[in-house]
């Protein structure tokens, strides 16, 4: 089966290999580049809002999010579905290996394959983005937070798992392709916008007005406003003036005009009668625990999912 599943998919593997080839040249030179800007920087005591990379590669880098669902799209969905819907399971399933045979060593080759796809692609964007992620501490941000370091290899085998799986239930290889780039997106959307964030108990630092603190390193934003005396939001409208979406108590609004510098002199106004400002993240020293427990998170909905495919094959056994 082994030497069956390489004759399968050894064009394709080929031509992964070769996309991988250039991607990690071009990612080479242009981060040798980054890294001597980025160490020029240093000498010169900053870079300021300079940017280290063409944003044609960077939007290349960006895109790398697809690399995970690719291999769940192209070889784990049509496994089971292009074989049942051609019919040509009946040759296969009644050779000398049995149908669970079949699945666990093709299944096998194929998780193994994308977790190795996703982790190499990972493993060169996590280097080119090194010298980003010091100057811009963005490595916690989403789309950079997806692609970079263990998490795409959970992605990877997430999605070839969903591939099967949909493949063996489905037995359609068009409906298997749609049901696995539709499940794969839907999941990865749901867990970075509203999961991520509750991983663990965020803090919140609540700050002077006058006095704005933001948290070091590259951290998870979550929220960020004011807070009246009793600590609490101040109600939405509950005063005609506002910064930045805060009511402005009626004691501090005569500050609120067209001369310059009344701002300042508002926001010390708020300050002076009890108002602070509060912002709540998950603080950087969390990232590879974040990691950690995303890339946990696929795995066992993975397993999940072939279990669910092994299921499928027993009851056709019955």
Not at 174 to 181: D, G
Not at 285 to 295: K, L, P
Request: aromatic share 12%.
């Amino acid at each position: 089966m082994t030497w069956v599943t390489w004759r399968q998919y050894r064009n394709q593997g080929a031509l992964a290999a070769a996309l991988f080839a250039v991607l990690a040249v071009i990612l080479l030179l242009t981060g040798l580049h980054a890294e001597w800007a980025w160490q020029s920087c240093l000498k010169d005591n900053g870079c300021g809002t300079a940017s280290l990379y063409n944003p044609l590669v960077a939007s290349i880098v960006v895109a790398t999010s697809a690399v995970p669902v690719l291999p769940g799209l192209f070889w784990g969905a049509p496994m089971a579905a292009q074989e049942l819907e051609t019919g040509t399971n009946q040759f296969a399933w009644t050779q000398s290996i049995t149908r669970r045979r079949w699945l666990a060593v093709k299944a096998g080759w194929l998780l193994l394959a994308a977790a190795a796809v996703a982790g190499v692609v990972s493993a060169v964007v996590t280097w080119w983005s090194g010298p980003n992620h010091a100057l811009t501490a963005d490595a916690f941000q989403l789309n950079w937070f997806d692609i970079s370091d263990i998490v795409p290899v959970g992605y990877a085998v997430f999605a070839m798992a969903l591939g099967i799986c949909a493949g063996l239930v489905l037995r359609r290889t068009l409906p298997a392709l749609a049901v696995t780039l539709a499940g794969f997106v839907a999941l990865r959307a749901l867990i970075a916008l509203w999961l991520r964030p509750r991983y663990l108990t965020p803090v919140t630092m609540y700050y002077k007005l006058t006095a704005p603190f933001t948290p070091t390193g590259s951290y998870l934003p979550i929220s960020q406003g004011a807070v009246v005396p009793s600590g609490r939001p101040p109600a939405p409208g509950s005063a005609p003036v506002g910064i930045d979406g805060v009511p402005v108590p009626a004691v501090c609004q005569r500050f609120i005009g067209p001369v310059e510098g009344n701002l300042h002199q508002a926001v010390s106004c708020m300050a002076a009668h009890g108002y602070r400002g509060y912002v709540t993240y998950q603080p950087a020293s969390r990232f590879w625990a974040f990691q950690g427990i995303e890339t946990g998170i696929f795995v066992v909905l993975a397993a999940a999912l072939l279990g669910v495919a092994f299921w499928m094959l027993k009851r056709r056994d019955a």
